[in-house]
């Protein structure tokens, strides 16, 4: 079986893949790009979502919770889903959904299954804790996902593209996977770190925390169904959705408090740092989701890309990727220098800045700064640019320990 190290740079390299791709269609408003723009799209985000995320967090719970003797016999999942994702990445770009892409699309869904069973036969979880539950309810929410993907063929040859109903399978596939899948799976993960560190858990409020988040991440699918202008009853199920989470919130911050002190202790400043960084974006995930359930902004977002690109990148490329980060920092799966990780960060806030700044100004009706499109590719660029800096650090450190360990034998 290839060592998690080993995976944790693997899906490296599809992160920085998946950036290269976002420059990629960046420069095709300021120069002829010999490509199709929404088959790039395509790439990047299956690349980003399945090539990155999936197979780091696949790789923790693989690492954390699977006996290495069962990681043996399972090696051909892991190729098996890189054969799917090399597929992706080479038929995507060439024919969008097409026969092909649609095969591998179909195939890594398959391995999600299989993994899924994988881990429900063969994990070492006690079922009682919350790392478990909450790890639990993310894989469920992975199988959840993928009845988005299943719909779309059968809307396709029924209804059409242009149908509401095709868009809604995209958004409900989204949906469960930046808020079940991804954030389920992070938090997991953390309440681990703290019950293998014996940090005294609130039994009461990490309950009411898990059944919140629960509750909240399946009534907020209902805000990604806002921009058909439904019944009232959905927004009023939507803001419920998004106001059982900000009560989820609050109960998080009052976990955090009451562990402050042990979390100083057994987590280095680094990730400390990135940590509280990372808390303060989930705030604003929250807020905006609770506004966007309001009438005006729901039909606002619809109107306006650049604040679903914005909330998606915010989500994507600051929560979920500067957690997975900390982890695979944590368990000594990969190693990250501050320089790199600033020059990510630095790259993250700035876009983050003009992307919502080009959406205030369409909002307002007012010009965007000259050359726009190009500052944003030259601060974007710095995205891929620390991604970079990571991986071949990392390459190197694994080349000097592989040639050590040749030295010894």
């Not at 080993?6 to 960046?26: D, E, M, T, W």
């Not at 949906?175 to 019950?195: A, D, M, T």
């Not at 909240?216 to 989470?245: D, E, M, N, R």
Request: glycine share 4%; charged share 10%.
């Amino acid at each position: 079986m290839i060592k998690a190290n080993k995976q944790s740079i693997i899906a490296l390299l599809y992160f920085f893949v998946a950036a290269s791709l976002g420059i990629i269609l960046r420069l095709f408003p300021i120069t002829n790009v010999k490509a199709t723009y929404k088959y790039i799209v395509h790439t990047h985000s299956h690349i980003a979502l399945l090539g990155w995320v999936y197979i780091a967090l696949t790789t923790i719970i693989y690492h954390l919770f699977i006996p290495k003797k069962v990681q043996k016999k399972n090696a051909i999942l892991f190729w098996c889903t890189q054969f799917t994702l090399l597929g992706m990445l080479i038929s995507f770009p060439i024919t969008g959904y097409a026969l092909f892409s649609i095969i591998f699309s179909t195939l890594f869904l398959i391995s999600t299954y299989w993994f899924f069973v994988l881990f429900k036969k063969h994990h070492h979880l006690n079922k009682d804790c919350y790392s478990y539950k909450f790890i639990n309810a993310s894989l469920l929410f992975l199988i959840i996902s993928s009845i988005g993907p299943w719909a779309l063929g059968i809307i396709m040859n029924t209804l059409g593209n242009t149908s509401h109903w095709y868009k809604n399978a995209i958004y409900f596939y989204l949906h469960f996977q930046y808020n079940g899948w991804f954030l389920f799976c992070l938090f997991g993960v953390f309440i681990f770190i703290l019950e293998r560190k014996k940090i005294k858990i609130h039994e009461k409020l990490f309950s009411s925390f898990y059944k919140l988040m629960v509750l909240s991440s399946c009534l907020t699918l209902f805000l990604s169904f806002l921009w058909t202008k439904p019944s009232t009853i959905i927004y009023i199920v939507a803001f419920l959705g998004a106001a059982l989470q900000l009560v989820a919130l609050f109960k998080f911050q009052q976990i955090l408090i009451k562990i402050k002190s042990n979390l100083d202790e057994v987590l280095s400043a680094f990730s400390i740092r990135l940590l509280k960084f990372i808390f303060s974006l989930f705030i604003l995930k929250i807020v905006l989701q609770l506004l966007s359930s309001i009438p005006y902004f729901a039909e606002l977002a619809s109107q306006i890309v650049d604040f679903v690109i914005g909330y998606l990148h915010l989500t994507f490329l600051g929560i979920v990727s500067l957690s997975l980060f900390v982890i695979l920092q944590e368990f000594k799966l990969l190693k990250l220098s501050n320089f790199w990780v600033i020059i990510y960060l630095i790259g993250f806030i700035l876009s983050e800045t003009l992307i919502f700044y080009k959406g205030f100004c369409n909002w307002q009706q007012i010009s965007i700064i000259g050359n726009y499109y190009f500052v944003l590719v030259s601060i974007s660029a710095l995205i891929p640019f620390g991604i970079l800096g990571i991986l071949i650090e990392n390459f190197l450190l694994l080349f000097i320990i592989n040639k050590k360990k040749k030295i010894q034998n």
